[in-house]
């Protein structure tokens, strides 16, 4: 179908030719001098204007490069259709036999400009709820913007900030950014829900990096990111106390740590086997760990009321009173974290 298509542009070039009373060998494509894209390039010219040719001595190089082979060649033109030729200048030669100068000229073949496509949008929401004299805003910000370029890369943004953003709490912000080379590579960095299986990440939300490569039946993915992110706690809530006993008989706070979370990291992965249409053999790990040092022990500006128990009185302490970590001093001891009353780290989950 390319022949016959090439065909029909240098006959019709040729009709015109012919009118504008041309003879001899008419190049038809590309122009001498021209300047064209390296993808499906046609060379041609018409040998109509000559007489008594023989097709099986004719032979067309390209920059020194004999593509008789891959042309169309009779008595009447000449064509040969390139699927891709790098950029630069080119030159051709057209060697009739009996010719004792062959037919030359040249052009200048451009890099395509890339297809890129993108669109994008942002949408904004604002509520506010009230029960009686609780009100509540909820302000919401959210930019969605996808693209792809060469045909074969593609990519992706997600992002989503709110007034609900809390230290105090987990992550309401989403951050995610995903790169993609056809179905072979996917990358995502930022928050991700992957999904490997049910026992281990099952749409879980982490922050970090999803990686996941697929080539005919070999399937791999691997995570590596944080579920949790460690949270201090409200410092007024960060440390319940005991009276107790020195080895000299003063007395003193036990300050325990209350209201954290530690931050927990996971790497997880699957190796898979098989394409899935009717079978898949998949080998799954993951590893969960929470980081006991992303809680600080001492928070100074952390505050307590303080109250004597049944056990006494702490010297220099007034009831009711609220005092900042800082300005106990000495007063004040720290459990170690073993020891804490909060939840315990967790491993191996």
């Known amino acids: 179908m390319g022949l016959n298509i090439s065909k029909a542009f240098v006959y019709n070039a040729l009709f015109c030719g012919v009118l504008l009373g041309q003879s001899g060998v008419l190049i038809m494509s590309p122009e001498p001098g021209s300047q064209v894209t390296g993808d499906n390039v046609l060379i041609a010219a018409s040998l109509f204007g000559v007489s008594n040719i023989n097709p099986s001595t004719i032979t067309l190089l390209l920059d020194g490069e004999d593509i008789t082979d891959q042309a169309y060649v009779d008595a009447d033109m000449v064509s040969c259709l390139l699927d891709k030729i790098g ?39 604002s509520s506010m709820d009230q029960i009686d004299d609780q009100t509540l805003n909820i302000s919401k910000l959210m930019v969605d913007f996808k693209g792809s370029a060469y045909e074969w890369f593609s990519f992706r943004t997600n992002l989503k900030m709110t007034t609900q953003e809390n230290e105090l709490y987990q992550p309401r912000n989403v951050y995610g950014f995903s790169l993609g080379v056809k179905d072979y590579v996917t990358l995502n960095l930022g928050d991700a829900n992957p999904r490997l299986s049910h026992f281990t990440m099952n749409g879980k939300r982490i922050r970090g990096l999803d990686a996941q490569v697929k080539y005919a039946w070999f399937n791999l993915r691997f995570v590596q990111g944080e579920i949790n992110r460690a949270v201090q706690g409200d410092l007024a809530k960060a440390y319940s106390y005991t009276i107790d006993n ?9 300050l325990n740590r209350s209201g954290y979370t530690f931050k927990q990291n996971v790497l997880s992965g699957r190796l898979a086997l098989g394409r899935g249409e009717k079978f898949q053999w998949g080998l799954n790990f993951m590893k969960a760990r929470d980081d006991t040092n992303s809680v600080t022990q001492i928070l100074t500006n952390a505050e307590i009321v303080y109250s004597p128990d049944a056990t006494g009185s702490v010297s220099g302490l007034d009831s009711g009173v609220v005092y900042t970590i800082s300005e106990l001093g000495t007063k004040a001891h720290f459990l170690e974290g073993k020891n804490w009353a909060g939840d315990g780290p967790k491993d191996n989950l």
């Open 87 to 125: 950029p630069g200048v080119h030159e051709v030669n057209l060697t009739l036999g009996g010719m004792a100068t062959p037919k030359k000229w040249s052009f200048t073949a451009m890099l395509k400009d890339p297809s890129v496509n993108y669109s994008g949008r942002i949408r904004s929401s």
């Open 246 to 254: 020195d080895d000299f008989g003063e007395k003193y706070l036990s």
